[in-house]
Structures are given as structure tokens and as C-alpha cells.
């Protein structure tokens, strides 16, 4: 069925023809909002990568951190260790006991008339506690 008009209906409003300018203008018009939206967006995500996996990102970070309370435990057992080589060492110097006492323990030393027993070591290779 055709449709029929009657007198008081206006007849459909037809743009003129745009020129190629105008297209473009108009292209550019509707498609830049979206446009932006998206550079936005993967912009946004390549800067969360970048602060996570980049070379001063959070997971090397991390790393570094746990490397750093590694080497600061180190650093104090050596110095406990340091301090007990230190305070052994002057006792060696000031006082001629603690020097027969490392001799007799260590080196096996007997004054003479004396005779030193060697014990086998324990079993299951747990090491005798030592004196100091």
C-alpha cells in the first residue's frame, strides 16, 4: 500500500549534499569523544603496567626490599659475631687461663703427668655441645 498524503503534512526535510570538508568535519565531530575515551583508557592501562612491571615498578620494588632485610640480618649476625670474635680475642690477650683452657680444648694439650681421654663423637653425627 502506498502511502497517501494529505495537504497538511509537510513534506520531508532533505539536506543538501555536504562537501567532502564538511563530511570530515562532522566525522571528527562525532567520533572524538569515543576516540579520546579509548587513547585515554590505553593510556591509563600503560602507565598501571609501567608503575607494576616497569624498571622502578612496585614488583622490583619488592624485590629490592626483601633483598635489603636479607642483607640488614646479614649484616647484623656478623656484627653479633664480630663483637663474640672480638671479646674471645681479648680474653686471649689479658688472660693467661683462657689461653691454657683453648689450648687443652682445642689443641688437645696436657700439662705433664696428665692423660686425656678422647671420646668417639655421638651417633647420628649431632656434635658434642662446646665450652667456651
Do not use: C, F
Not at 90 to 101: G, K, V, W, Y
Amino acid at each position: 500500500m502506498a502511502q497517501v498524503r494529505t495537504s497538511r503534512e509537510k513534506p520531508p526535510v532533505v539536506a543538501p549534499p555536504m562537501s567532502r570538508r564538511e563530511r570530515a568535519a562532522d566525522l571528527a565531530q562525532r567520533w572524538w569523544r569515543p576516540a579520546g575515551t579509548v587513547v585515554a583508557i590505553l593510556l591509563a592501562l600503560l602507565l598501571t603496567w609501567h608503575v607494576v612491571y616497569g624498571p622502578h615498578g612496585i614488583s622490583v620494588w619488592q624485590k629490592e626490599r626483601a633483598q635489603d632485610r636479607a642483607l640488614r640480618a646479614e649484616i647484623e649476625k656478623l656484627k653479633n659475631e664480630n663483637a663474640e670474635l672480638a671479646w674471645h680475642n681479648q680474653q686471649l690477650n689479658s688472660d693467661p687461663d683462657a689461653i691454657e683452657r683453648e689450648a687443652r680444648e682445642k689443641l688437645h694439650y696436657a700439662k705433664p703427668g696428665e692423660v686425656i681421654y678422647t671420646l668417639p663423637a655421638p651417633a647420628g653425627g649431632a656434635r658434642a655441645p662446646e665450652t667456651k
